[in-house]
């Protein structure tokens, strides 16, 4: 199949300023350079944090996130701490980070439809005392990764709300998609089986959230 091509390509931002003039007063200022009370409480009940990265070509990566509200924590009013867990142990964050030191962040709380986030400069780190704070079950994280925050801020609900995504039962039905191990199996030319590749992921699931 050939690649589409586009024939009406916005260049500059008069372009775009040309359609959608108007800039609200309330999201260009909006924008904070530190975390107050307001992002810190936003951050403390969120389970889930989407992560970009990029590297010294412009090569982007977004990495999800997740674990108990309060996973990230507030080490003080310019910095963050990312505990790092088991995964799949292809550091793609990591690389980028040490190639560009920046990083984005957006957190989610769920039954919100706002999002809070994050941009600033990060660093991975093997603080101790720092990840000792960041234990769970017994396991300290191996890495945390440590960020300096340059812009916090809240952004609109209005994609939650479109996306209707904390509402579940108007969601899309699941059935026919792919499973997780189908396409590992199919994407990486995998010769297992998929009951087998179903039964690794699924202890992967229930054994493995916190342990090798």
Same mark, same amino acid.
């Given at each position: 199949?050939?690649?589409?091509?586009?024939?009406?390509?916005?260049?500059?931002?008069?372009?775009?300023?040309?359609?959608?003039?108007?800039?609200?007063?309330?999201?260009?200022?909006?924008?904070?350079?530190?975390?107050?009370?307001?992002?810190?409480?936003?951050?403390?009940?969120?389970?889930?944090?989407?992560?970009?990265?990029?590297?010294?070509?412009?090569?982007?990566?977004?990495?999800?996130?997740?674990?108990?509200?309060?996973?990230?924590? !507030? #080490?003080?009013?310019?910095?963050? +701490?990312?505990?790092? &867990?088991?995964?799949?142990? @292809?550091?793609?964050?990591?690389? $980028?980070?040490?190639?560009?030191?920046?990083?984005?962040?957006?957190?989610?709380?769920?039954?919100?439809?706002? !999002? #809070?986030?994050?941009?600033?400069? +990060?660093?991975?780190? &093997?603080?101790?005392?720092? @990840?000792?704070?960041?234990?769970? $079950?017994?396991?300290?994280?191996?890495?945390?990764?440590?960020?300096?925050?340059?812009?916090?801020?809240?952004?609109?609900?209005?994609?939650?709300?479109?996306?209707?995504?904390?509402?579940?039962?108007?969601?899309?039905?699941?059935?026919?998609?792919?499973?997780?191990?189908?396409?590992?199996?199919?994407?990486?030319?995998?010769?297992?089986?998929?009951?087998?590749?179903?039964?690794?992921?699924?202890?992967?699931?229930?054994?493995?959230?916190?342990?090798?």
């Amino acid at each position: 199949m050939t690649a589409y091509e586009p024939t009406d390509v916005i260049m500059t931002v008069d372009q775009i300023r040309a359609v959608i003039p108007n800039e609200f007063e309330s999201q260009t200022g909006k924008i904070i350079d530190h975390i107050d009370s307001f992002i810190r409480v936003w951050i403390e009940r969120s389970p889930f944090v989407a992560i970009g990265t990029h590297d010294r070509g412009g090569s982007a990566d977004v990495a999800p996130k997740g674990d108990p509200a309060g996973f990230v924590k !507030v #080490v003080d009013d310019k910095t963050l +701490a990312i505990p790092d &867990r088991p995964g799949n142990h @292809r550091f793609d964050t990591f690389a $980028n980070i040490l190639e560009t030191g920046r990083i984005a962040l957006m957190f989610m709380v769920p039954n919100r439809s706002e !999002v #809070v986030r994050v941009n600033g400069t +990060a660093r991975i780190v &093997r603080d101790l005392p720092l @990840r000792e704070t960041m234990a769970i $079950n017994g396991r300290v994280p191996e890495f945390a990764i440590l960020v300096r925050v340059e812009e916090a801020f809240y952004h609109c609900g209005k994609a939650v709300v479109r996306s209707r995504l904390w509402q579940p039962d108007m969601a899309a039905p699941t059935d026919g998609l792919p499973t997780y191990a189908q396409a590992l199996i199919e994407h990486a030319k995998l010769e297992r089986s998929l009951e087998d590749m179903e039964l690794a992921l699924r202890n992967n699931e229930e054994k493995r959230l916190y342990d090798e």
